[in-house]
């Protein structure tokens, strides 16, 4: 695709419900990141798939949080028994390969998934 | 793990003056320093990036400067415009694959003309 997709936009639910977000990575990207934004606040990182390596899971916040990516391609974020504190924009990311000291590994952003825990 | 500090956080100047924000970062083994525009309700954008190998990159009005043995950079915006108004994010990465861009907490930067 154009670029880095992201589903839904925007999402409403109801404390201790589950959600599900979905990011679509620039096709042929083997890296692909997760970061949650807060209102006025930074990138916070969540977690980062390269390749068929193990993820490094460090900054996902508590057990609730975990995300899977099927295929090296789409990845699927979910909260489970969200929390207010969990309203935020969740941003995904990819990029060709690994950050490096080499060229063409810009990470991209998708338009981020908007979500209201209330 | 890196640990990326950005300072100011808000800084407010008038078009046509400059704008300086900076960064320090903690990993010593990083080697790759990226800077981010985000406009109120848009995605981040990469604006400059520099690597580990050169102490200074220019691209227009921007200019991005690292000191590897004081472990900080810096964004310098010349001239500035109204249209710079934005959330301005540096990153830093490590060289070990496997390692994702840890962000500052953002600089907002307000132009007034």
């Known amino acids: 695709g154009a670029g880095v997709s992201q589903s839904p936009s925007n999402k409403v639910t109801e404390k201790g419900k589950d959600v599900e977000l979905r990011c679509d990575p620039i096709s042929g990207h083997t890296a692909l990141y997760w970061y949650r934004q807060s209102l006025g606040q930074g990138l916070e990182f969540l977690i980062y798939?390269?390749?068929?390596?193990?993820?490094?899971k460090s900054g996902l916040p508590s057990d609730r949080f975990s995300a899977e990516r099927t295929g090296g391609s789409v990845s699927t974020l979910t909260i489970q028994r969200t929390q207010q504190e969990d309203s935020a924009v969740y941003l995904c990311?990819?990029?060709?390969?690994?950050?490096?000291?080499?060229?063409?590994?810009?990470?991209?952003f998708g338009e981020g998934s908007w979500l209201t825990v209330v | 793990g890196e640990n990326v500090e950005q300072h100011p956080s808000t800084l407010s100047v008038q078009e046509g003056d400059s704008a300086v924000i900076k960064c320090t970062y903690s990993?010593?083994?990083?080697?790759?320093f990226p800077w981010y525009k985000q406009e109120l309700g848009k995605r981040p954008q990469l604006i400059i990036d520099?690597?580990?190998?050169?102490g200074e990159k220019k691209d227009q009005r921007i200019a991005v400067t690292l000191n590897k043995t004081a472990k900080h950079f810096s964004l310098h915006i010349t001239e500035t415009q109204p249209e710079d108004s934005a959330v301005y994010f540096c990153?830093?990465?490590?060289?070990?694959?496997?390692?994702?861009?840890?962000f500052g907490k953002g600089t907002t930067l307000s132009v007034s003309s």
């Open positions: 990153a830093a990465s490590p060289h070990q694959a496997g390692t994702a861009l840890i």
């Open positions: 520099i690597r580990s190998n050169v």
């Open positions: 990993d010593s083994a990083s080697n790759y």
């Open positions: 798939f390269q390749g068929n390596s193990a993820p490094d």
């Open positions: 990311a990819s990029s060709l390969d690994f950050p490096t000291g080499s060229s063409g590994n810009t990470i991209y």
